[in-house]
């Protein structure tokens, strides 16, 4: 015979204080493992959305980030030459040679930090169809003008329409705001390809080269072509979206291991705090058990029983810290990605296998820490529980 | 002294619950040592950095160079003892997960500014003579196997290109936070090719190392270096070597902050399972307590024993801890590359910081039931039923 849930439920009023303790000692866990992997999921989701399936970008092999790449006109040329690139309505490629370099500026919130600035051809904005400017006004083809995007107008000091930033030896007018689409391009400065290159003494050398490609499905015919190149063996093309989720790589995997160590540590204090929690219910309920046992109930209900309350004070607590840790999707996060070294704002992202897996998670807290005391529950002797007081 | 007897013997009553919370205090303490190291892995650059050296780079941002020209305008400068300058060279070894600081330097100059880098005197010697040779850190060399006589093939990336250095020594670090993982060979060696091949940044400086003669004409140096190439297209910004590298970490501040906040809640969950402990016994010795109370032990008698067992939970669940966080640290910093964090040991600070957050969590621990014991009338202690 099963022992009812209401049972369990009722025991938890007694101990009011002791109870509320223990949840929030898993809610807190659970908080911390969801916060570190929503962290993750951001940075991973804004660097996804940063680019497009059927661009490919092409980059020096050796090179870690964009800024490390270096891009010779005549490579380029070569690179002109190649099949699979789309061409415009006026048979223009689409295509965008792009200088990308950084820039510390004042941060609101105090310090400098590195911007990353990237020249562009105008098919940049064909190719990026996410990027739209939302205020102000594209900048001018051979004027010294830059476009911001929209995280960078709202975390750095001086960077709104129609101020001046100084860079390069010049001085630069920003005439418009963009906005992203939630991707990296957030947190950049956009200005014309030509000037940038003068400015910044780089004439005739991209950093990378990004292009359409004439079929979404067309990249391993392009790849192959490429290969064949004799001239372009220090470089290497990827899918747009494969290159920039690489640029998320070294920073989300640092933030996971370094999050899942500390929550299995965490948890392993929590687990023993429901642990001591429940020995003491168990304890405190000697006579109790004795008096079910004798009105029949199997040792098998009373594990299930004890069991069962562990499980339900991991599970508030799981759905506690994941409330918790839900609110975080409000905030958004602007800091260095060390891989491409220029800042970049994410936010914190939920995803359905992040609640999958706090709620394991804390259940298995809740499991852990029960089992033992339930354990113990069970194996009680009927006379002497009954005996003692 | 009864009275730590008592305690002693009250806190083995439960043998099972008291070991139980001391276990886990005893990890939480480990986790807040660890991730307290973690955090000082960061500062510890900066603590590293020498109060006599000053840091010149380009104003917009450091990845651009400056003239080779400004060396000697800026050694003109009275106060300044040594100029010496480097440049980032990146590459890559054999694939982008060996990452290690390479940099080309001056030879003549870049181990003078840097006396914490122990290199002996005859491979010194050598290393100066052959143009396409290198010295490497004691570190990298042991993770690596490098030894003297070896090539090392780098494909160069900033440099493009694929390049080969002779090791022809290794220094040793002077201080534990010595940086002993860079990869160091002759800047001449690196802008002879690239005069050939790019020759438009021929000539090019990364930075420049300033080697001071009084720390306190720091700030008047850096404007004096400053001044002298405002108003051409390469602009300085000098500061001293700890700003420089503050700067650095400065862009990582939102994590650490969080991590910070981290290292927090952990001293928060060590509370509650404490608190827990303590108020659960607590509320078994109802009462005892109201016995103690009438035999005529006085309140300061019942604050000493909940709040020096609570004390002594706590001091051994820290030590414990704090003992643990030794070895642990050590292995996770012989399986994480060397090459990405030079300065993982832990501190004094930490250490201090563990055991007084330990000794609070102590205090606050026992609040409430000691609160609880006080306010307990006698007879309602008496009648109390578990």
């Known amino acids: ?389 | 002294m009864r009275v730590l007897k008592l305690i002693f013997k009250n806190s083995l009553r439960h043998k099972l619950r008291t070991s139980l919370t001391i276990l886990g205090l005893a990890i939480a303490v480990m986790a807040f040592g660890v991730l307290r190291t973690v955090l000082d892995m960061w500062n510890e650059g900066v603590e590293a950095a020498a109060a006599n050296r000053l840091i010149a780079r380009q104003a917009v941002s450091f990845i651009f160079p400056l003239p080779y020209s400004y060396r000697d305008k800026i050694a003109k400068i009275p106060g300044v003892e040594t100029v010496s300058f480097a440049n980032w060279f990146q590459g890559v070894y054999i694939d982008k997960n060996n990452f290690f600081a390479r940099m080309a330097v001056d030879p003549e100059t870049f181990f003078s500014v840097y006396p914490e880098l122990l290199v002996n005197q005859k491979e010194f010697e050598t290393f100066k003579q052959e143009r396409n040779s290198c010295i490497v850190g004691a570190e990298i060399a042991k993770q690596y196997g490098f030894k003297i006589g070896d090539v090392i093939p780098i494909e160069g990336d900033i440099y493009p290109g694929k390049w080969e250095f002779v090791v022809r020594g290794i220094y040793q670090p002077r201080d534990k936070s010595t940086d002993a993982t860079q990869m160091l060979f002759h800047w001449t060696y690196i802008d002879e090719r690239i005069k050939q091949d790019m020759p438009g940044r021929a000539g090019q400086v990364g930075w420049y190392i300033i080697k001071i003669k009084d720390p306190a004409q720091a700030a008047s140096i850096s404007e004096q270096v400053d001044a002298l190439f405002k108003n051409s297209p390469n602009a300085t910004k000098t500061e001293t070597e700890r700003a420089f590298t503050q700067s650095f970490i400065s862009g990582l501040n939102s994590l650490l902050q969080a991590m910070n906040f981290v290292s927090f809640i952990i001293i928060g969950i060590i509370m509650l399972v404490l608190g827990n402990t303590m108020i659960m016994s607590a509320r078994e010795r109802t009462r005892e307590y109201a016995v103690l109370k009438t035999l005529g032990f006085s309140a300061g008698h019942l604050v000493g024993l909940i709040l020096g067992e609570s004390l002594l939970i706590a001091a051994l669940g820290a030590g414990l801890g704090l003992l643990t966080t030794y070895p642990i640290v050590a292995g996770i910093s012989a399986v994480m590359p060397k090459g990405f964090f030079p300065y993982f040991f832990v501190t004094p600070t930490t250490i201090i910081l563990g055991a007084s957050a330990a000794l609070l969590v102590g205090f606050t621990a026992s609040i409430f039931p000691i609160q609880r014991a006080l306010r307990t009338r006698i007879v309602d202690g008496l009648r109390f039923l578990g």
């Open chain 1, 1 to 389: 015979m099963k022992i009812p849930l209401k049972y369990t439920l009722r025991n938890f009023k007694s101990r009011r204080l002791t109870t509320a303790i223990t949840v929030l000692g898993i809610a807190l866990v659970v908080f911390v493992f969801a916060a570190v992997l929503m962290m993750a999921h951001g940075i991973q989701k804004t660097l996804v959305a940063t680019g497009s399936q059927d661009n490919v970008i092409i980059a020096r092999k050796s090179a870690n980030g964009e800024i490390s790449s270096i891009i010779v006109r005549s490579d380029y040329n070569t690179i002109l030459t190649l099949p699979h690139i789309a061409k415009s309505s006026e048979g223009k490629p689409l295509i965008s040679g792009e200088t990308v370099v950084i820039i510390n500026l004042p941060k609101r919130s105090g310090g400098l930090s590195n911007v990353c600035v990237r020249g562009v051809a105008l098919e940049a904005f064909t190719l990026r169809p996410q990027v739209k400017i939302i205020e102000g006004r594209m900048f001018t083809a051979g004027a010294r003008e830059i476009i911001v995007g929209s995280s960078i107008a709202k975390n750095f000091e001086g960077a709104g329409i129609g101020k001046t930033v100084e860079f390069g030896g010049n001085t630069w007018t920003i005439v418009g705001r963009f906005d992203g689409g939630g991707s990296a391009f957030d947190s950049e400065m956009w200005g014309d390809n030509d000037q940038l290159q003068d400015a910044f003494n780089r004439r005739g050398g991209y950093s990378t080269v990004t292009f359409k490609l004439d079929q979404p499905d067309a990249f391993n015919a392009f790849k192959a072509a490429f290969d064949r190149e004799p001239r372009l063996q220090q470089f290497e093309p990827k899918p747009e979206q494969t290159f920039f989720a690489e640029q998320s790589e070294n920073m989300t995997l640092f933030i996971r291991i370094l999050g899942i160590f500390i929550t299995i540590v965490f948890s392993f204090g929590s687990t023993i705090g429901a642990m001591i929690t429940m020995y003491a219910a168990v304890a405190n309920r000697t006579v109790e058990v004795g008096t079910l046992r004798a009105l029949g109930f199997r040792r098998r209900s009373i594990l299930s029983a004890f069991l069962s309350e562990s499980l339900v004070i991991a599970f508030i607590g799981g759905v506690f810290g994941l409330l918790l840790a839900s609110v975080l999707q409000f905030f958004s996060i602007s800091m260095l990605n060390f891989q491409s070294f220029s800042e970049l704002e994410f936010s914190f992202a939920l995803s359905p296998s992040i609640i999958g897996w706090s709620m394991f998670f804390s259940l298995t807290m809740g499991l852990l820490g029960g089992f033992l005391p339930a354990v113990r529950a069970a194996r009680l002797n009927i006379v002497n529980a009954l005996r003692s007081a």
